[in-house]
């Protein structure tokens, strides 16, 4: 049996049915060692790619099964999956070997009577290919173009009537892309210039971010836990567009900052930076292995002016009534913006979280606000680009908040924009999809 399709496999059954994530599941494998760097990628590629098919792959198991789907053993439910992704997606990889393949991995798992099941769809597959053609004409489109991108029909629906039809393809495009690997240079140890000539002198290429003068672009990189800029804190991992909202705080030296929704403490640890790490930044957050994290991370970048606090960020005006200088609601939202970073995630949204994060947003939002003393700031950011969750919150919050109005977030930016509340789309600004607008208390 190929160990690395097992490895594969094994990950993939456990984000189907212990709801691992992806990337974190991955990882932890990899870790174990004993693959060459080919099967290192194979298996990176395997999962990614399966798992982030997801119901395109069910879709097309069901035109070759004569029974249900979801009555089928879920491990062989899943080498099936891995088994249709290499016929349908894999070029490089042999009919003959993701069949056989597919057969042996159902024999070690325990099923040589299901093994014979495994073997009739993947041969049938093969043989009639034209069974599993996605369909075509008129009033299949919304379908077809589901199932060609690999993303959720209510999804694919929604971005067709906001955007239009060619425009949600290349969103949906987009997410379909490997993101690259961005930094964010850490400034209390060094410059931008000099971060990328030790990328360059480890054997990496690299370019600068066009977004803000600290963000740098890895173009191919290896183990992360082998970069040793990145372990001795010269760097921080953060996506381009999250740079984007610690320059609309602007935090000064010497304030009182509250992060109030702080994990993962990318732009926890981008404040302390912009604040030469004098000040006092509080950062939030409900579960305590994520504050660890945050602190890990501000111990390797230098940083000693963050106070972890485990608290619930809709009671956080409680503990600084009108006391913050300025104050960062980063809100747990559905994450449409970030797509492409979580293979996995596309599957695990609903229509209901457009209705439900909104109301929790909103509670957010006015606990920060009731922490923010007289002509300080608050600053609404979320990774996602559904109006309910973004403009629709702040004006909400706006609406019973008159103490507060709207500040321009597009000039604060490092490199400016019009809007005064940022919109920024995957498929117009090539990045990840981001929300930031910005309210001054009077």
């Known amino acids: 049996m190929d160990k690395a399709r097992a490895r594969a496999l094994k990950i993939i059954n456990a984000v189907h049915e212990q709801e691992a994530y992806a990337n974190v599941a991955l990882a932890k494998e990899l870790r174990k060692g004993g693959l060459s760097d080919m099967d290192r990628r194979f298996v990176t590629e395997l999962v990614y790619g399966t798992v982030k098919a997801g119901e395109t792959l069910d879709w097309i198991i069901r035109q070759y099964i004569n029974r249900p789907l979801s009555k089928v053993e879920p491990i062989i439910r899943d080498i099936l999956r891995m088994g249709v992704y290499q016929l349908r997606y894999m070029d490089k990889v042999p009919a003959s070997a993701a069949c056989n393949e597919s057969v042996e991995l159902a024999k070690h798992c325990g099923h040589a009577g299901l093994a014979k099941f495994v073997n009739g769809v993947m041969r049938t597959m093969v043989r009639e290919p034209e069974k599993g053609a996605f369909p075509e004409g008129k009033g299949k489109a919304t379908v077809q173009l589901a199932l ?81 800029v990145l372990q001795e804190g010269y760097c921080q991992v953060q996506d381009e567009s999250s740079m984007l909202v610690a320059h609309v705080v602007d935090p000064q030296p010497n304030e009182l900052i509250l992060d109030v929704c702080s994990a993962p403490g990318g732009k926890t640890t981008h404040m302390a930076a912009l604040m030469d790490n ?165």
């Open 148 to 228: 060609a991108q690999q993303h959720p029909e209510w999804l694919v629906r929604r971005w067709i009537k906001e955007f239009g039809y060619e425009e949600a393809t290349r969103l949906c495009e987009f997410n379909n892309q490997q993101a690259p690997l961005s930094v964010r240079t850490n400034t209390l140890k060094t410059n931008r210039l000099e971060l990328m000539l030790q990328l360059v002198a480890a054997g990496l290429e690299c370019e600068k971010s066009s977004f803000t003068n600290e963000g740098v672009i890895i173009k191919s990189h290896g183990s992360l836990d082998s970069l040793q």
């Open 278 to 442: 004098r000040g006092r930044i509080v950062a939030g957050d409900i579960y305590q292995h994520k504050l660890d994290r945050i602190m890990d991370n501000a111990n390797r970048l230098g940083i000693s002016i963050i106070e972890p606090m485990l608290i619930d960020a809709r009671e956080i005006w409680q503990e600084f009534p009108q006391q913050a200088d300025r104050v960062l609601v980063d809100a747990p939202c559905s994450g449409l913006g970030v797509l492409r970073r979580k293979p996995d995630s596309r599957w695990r949204k609903t229509k209901e979280l457009l209705t439900e994060l909104p109301k929790l947003q909103l509670q957010i939002l006015k606990s920060a606000g009731a922490a923010v003393k007289p002509g300080g700031l608050l600053v609404y950011s979320t990774c996602t680009i559904a109006r309910e969750e973004n403009q629709d919150v702040v004006k909400a919050f706006l609406e019973v908040a008159s103490e507060f109005s709207l500040v321009n977030a597009g000039e604060r930016l490092p490199v400016p924009r019009t809007e005064d509340m940022v919109q920024l789309y995957p498929q117009r600004d090539g990045t990840d999809g981001f929300f930031i607008a910005c309210m001054r208390r009077k």
